[in-house]
Antibody, heavy 120, light 112 residues
Framework: QLQLQESGPGLVKPSETLSLTCTVSGGSITSSTYYWGWIRQPPGKGLEWIGRIYYSGSTYYNPSLKSRVTISVDTSKNQFSLKLSSVTAADTAVYYC????????????WGKGTTVTVSS | QSALTQPASVSGSPGQSITISCTGTSSDVGGYNYVSWYQQHPGKAPKLMIYEVTNRPSGVSNRFSGSKSGNTASLTISGLQAEDEADYYCSSYTSSSTLFYVFGTGTKVTVL
């Protein structure tokens, strides 16, 4: 059964780069069935789509974050990663990694989420 | 980013049925059968409840059902139970040139 687990620092200073990794277990990141994505949820607010990547490396980013976001994939480690640069307090959120069905655009597996706080 | 519109809150008594609406446009909800619904309990990750408008994943109670009419999708919970109290989000693929995927604004379901 596919499982996803986020990892990375829980505290990031303003203007620095947020870096998170998602480890995929119970399946292969090279599966043709999935995109791999990142979603965030600020405290008390709704879900925001950050971006997604296919195992081939093709990416799509939310236009509102595009200038600061990089998502990459490491097939040898069965992992994909998120980098968000020049963070501010507005980037404080729970960050989730997800598997997005390639054909029908639904997220069937979510990581448990990791809280990232931006503060000096 | 243009979100799909959901009511902020919906409530019902145990055993009743409630419906949550999700309104978009012909570029998303109305144009494709790629609407999905997620349940989120406090402090937990969202959970897929409905995909492709009407389909339930294995393990999801048949008390949950989805439908669509025009640009509005709906999630119905029948036989409301205390454990159904949670936040619910709809989502859809979008053909917008600047977007790929869009979420709803979220609905808090309260069991009275």
């Amino acid at each position: 059964q596919l499982q996803l687990q986020e990892s990375g620092p829980g505290l990031v200073k303003p203007s620095e780069t947020l870096s998170l990794t998602c480890t995929v277990s119970g399946g292969s990141i090279t599966s043709s069935t999935y995109y791999w994505g990142w979603i965030r949820q600020p405290p008390g607010k709704g879900l925001e789509w950050i971006g997604r990547i296919y195992y081939s490396g093709s990416t799509y980013y939310n236009p509102s974050l595009k200038s600061r976001v990089t998502i990459s994939v490491d097939t040898s480690k069965n992992q994909f990663s998120l980098k968000l640069s020049s963070v501010t307090a507005a980037d404080t959120a729970v960050y989730y990694c997800v598997s997005l069905n390639y054909y029908y655009y639904y997220m069937d597996v979510w990581g448990k989420g990791t809280t990232v706080t931006v503060s000096s | 980013q243009s979100a799909l519109t959901q009511p902020a809150s919906v409530s019902g008594s145990p055993g009743q049925s409630i419906t949550i609406s999700c309104t978009g446009t012909s570029s998303d909800v109305g144009g494709y059968n790629y609407v999905s619904w997620y349940q989120q309990h406090p402090g937990k990750a969202p959970k897929l409840m409905i995909y492709e408008v009407t389909n339930r994943p294995s393990g999801v109670s048949n008390r949950f059902s989805g439908s669509k009419s025009g640009n509005t999708a709906s999630l119905t919970i029948s036989g409301l139970q205390a454990e159904d109290e949670a936040d619910y989000y709809c989502s859809s693929y979008t053909s917008s040139s600047t977007l790929f995927y869009v979420f709803g604004t979220g609905t808090k379901v309260t069991v009275l």
